[in-house]
């Protein structure tokens, strides 16, 4: 799909909507699914659940039961924090490419550390320990990611200027408190200005997403319109989700309905299921 092409498709006027009945059907669906697996949770644990995790579930089910490696900075982990930033830049005019934008970003970053002690991506002081070779690097990766989202649209056609990043979306299960969702995207486009009432209007989200599409990929795009929707219960529910798959070159895009939205209730269910089970075998005395 060309830029023009995915950027009228997520741009255009909502299909169709989810009403208040349906999302609460939906949210007491989740809860009851999902209540009777926490409980199953080693004592004290709680459980943070992304796409990155359910995709995780499907495909190496073991994953989750697997002794974590204690936390250490790597390019990777900075590649998208930046990326969304230096995406940003380029969509306000600041400069008009993300090579461009990349070292200048990420100096600012560093330099505002310095002055203020504030970490807003958390990486400036890691950063800025870093040898000159060390450095470029961890800006390839940036720039090679925003890059991705950045080429894969045609802002100058977007009727509003999009929300790059922002935090996660975040639901706590009201029936199993030790599980929270949350769900991520890099992009919300503005679909109206306002609804009817002067509330807020529709979004459309887009997700970045390495490796390939599954044959999950309507329900794995509906779970970031999940997580949103019941977190703003007051808020239409997204009206669609594009995926971007740089790694394969594939976008797709799914409108948001109420029977996308189940499916992505089973999904979470099911694989949520596989990472409960994951944490009690790791739990169990050698």
Known sequence: MRPGQLTRALSAPPTCSVDDACRAHLRDRLSSGLAPLVERLPRRQRLVVNLSDLRRARERPDSPSRQQEPFAWKPVFVRRSLGLAVVDACAV?????????????????????????????????????????????????????ATSLWASFDWAAFNERPRVGGGDDQWVCPDAGALILKGRSEL???????????????????C???????????????????????????????????????????????????????????????????????????????
């Open 93 to 145: 005019g600041r400069f008009r490419s993300p090579a461009e934008a990349v070292g200048p970003v990420a100096s600012e970053a560093v330099a505002e550390w310095e002055r203020t002690g504030w970490r807003a991506f958390h990486w400036e002081p890691w950063f800025a320990g870093l040898h000159r070779g060390a450095r470029a690097l961890v800006l390839s990766e940036a720039v090679t990611w």
């Open 208 to 286: 970045v997403a390495g490796g390939r599409p599954s044959d999950e990929w309507a329900a794995e795009l509906a779970y970031p319109a999940l997580v949103a929707a019941l977190r703003s219960p007051t808020r239409p529910v997204p009206a669609r989700v594009a995926g971007l798959w740089p790694d394969a070159g594939i976008h797709l895009v799914v409108d948001i309905d109420g029977e996308v939205l189940a499916s992505a209730v089973d999904r979470v269910v099911a694989k949520v299921h596989v990472m409960v089970e994951a944490r009690r075998l790791l739990a169990q005395p050698a």
């Open 188 to 206: 919300r486009v503005p679909l109206a200005a306002t609804g009817p009432d002067g509330a807020a209007g529709p979004v459309a989200l887009a």
